[in-house]
């Protein structure tokens, strides 16, 4: 693994359903972060989570959560899913030291909800 | 509210030099960063200001100016791959990043 994998690629789910997004990052990094990205608006946080053990709501976190066992893991959940819901996730994870703390994207999971 | 502004499209020429623009609005400034997302893939991060002025790697530049609240990204030598969606985002004083909705660039040969 280098960087950040996601899982799945895609998914068609139907409404009522739970769904587990996976991200996981090998590069030791303190802060984790879940957005979703819908045409048209701009990268919208979700929840993050500053280290192990510790997470935040973002921007648009109804519907969702988040779990922060380690360091390297960090799944979302949807706990019944929705038409709305359907979007394309990134998950992204930053050193979460001072400075430009950048944070670094996975390949994202295309997620349709009918 | 919190508000990041950018073109929606834009349309140069191969070779040719291109700015974007970003204009801004948020409760606390701690950063600007520009990201490059091409079609389908992850964004990738080009660049970080927190000073005023220039910022250069490369073919790429980016300015910033904290009291007009804007800052753009030139990009120069204009190549087909650079065919992409530029994306700005600000860290407010939460320290979290608020993005604009992204500048589509294409490149026409």
């Known amino acids: ?114 | 509210g919190q508000n990041i502004d950018q073109p929606t499209e834009m349309t140069a020429t191969e070779g040719a030099i291109v700015q974007i623009n970003c204009t801004y609005q948020t409760s606390g400034f701690n950063g600007l960063f520009w990201y490059q997302q091409h079609a389908g893939e992850a964004p990738t991060f080009l660049s970080y200001n927190v000073l005023d002025g220039l910022e250069e790697k490369g073919r790429f530049s980016s300015f910033l100016s904290r009291s007009k609240g804007y800052s753009y990204l030139l990009l120069k030598e204009l190549q087909m791959k650079d065919s992409a969606s530029y994306l700005c985002a600000v860290r407010d004083s939460n320290y979290q990043l608020i993005w604009g909705a992204g500048t589509k660039l294409i490149i026409k040969p």
């Open chain 1, 1 to 114: 693994i280098a960087g950040i994998t996601q899982a799945p690629t895609s998914q068609i789910l139907a409404a009522g359903r739970r769904m587990t997004l996976r991200c996981t990052q090998d590069m030791r990094h303190n802060a984790m972060y879940w957005y979703r990205q819908d045409l048209g608006l701009g990268l919208r946080l979700i929840h993050y989570s500053n280290t192990a053990g510790t997470t935040g709501k973002g921007e648009v976190p109804d519907g969702y959560s988040v779990s922060r066992a380690n360091t390297d893991d960090f799944p979302l959940t949807l706990a019944s899913a929705v038409p709305s819901q359907t979007s394309v996730y990134f998950c992204a994870s930053s050193d979460g030291a001072g400075g430009p703390d950048t944070q670094y994207f996975g390949p994202g999971t295309r997620l349709t909800v009918l």
